[in-house]
Nanobody, 115 residues
Framework: QVQLVESGGGLVQPGGSLRLSCAASGSILRINPMDWYRQAPGEQRELVATILSGVLTKYADSVKGRFTISRDNAKNTVALQMNSLKPEDTAVYYC?????????WGQGTQVTVSS
């Protein structure tokens, strides 16, 4: 059983930055890949960023060059650094991981970009 807990969301002005963190219960070494998704009101959940084998990363076109995903195996965490935030980045952000054939989700953290 894997539990994922996100933190770091909040209210930020356009152009600002936030860093989201996802803490996993136990070792994350067997969780691969790990991703960040987001869901805006009335929209479908969308994949924002993926990190595979701790090295390979992939981003949605809408966040390329602004967001960076990383993982720290020693701390059992995955982070999403978000820079140059836009109002359209407003959403609930979810951490996701796949281990032993199962999908695990965090409870989500709200990110609001507004002046």
């Amino acid at each position: 059983q894997v539990q994922l807990v996100e933190s770091g969301g909040g209210l930020v002005q356009p152009g600002g930055s936030l860093r989201l963190s996802c803490a996993a219960s136990g070792s994350i070494l067997r969780i691969n890949p790990m991703d960040w998704y987001r869901q805006a009101p009335g929209e479908q959940r969308e994949l924002v960023a993926t990190i595979l084998s701790g090295v390979l990363t992939k981003y949605a076109d809408s966040v390329k060059g602004r967001f960076t995903i990383s993982r720290d195996n020693a701390k059992n965490t995955v982070a999403l650094q978000m820079n140059s935030l836009k109002p359209e980045d407003t959403a609930v952000y979810y951490c996701h991981g796949r281990a032993d054939g199962y999908d695990y989700w965090g409870q989500g953290t709200q990110v609001t970009v507004s002046s």
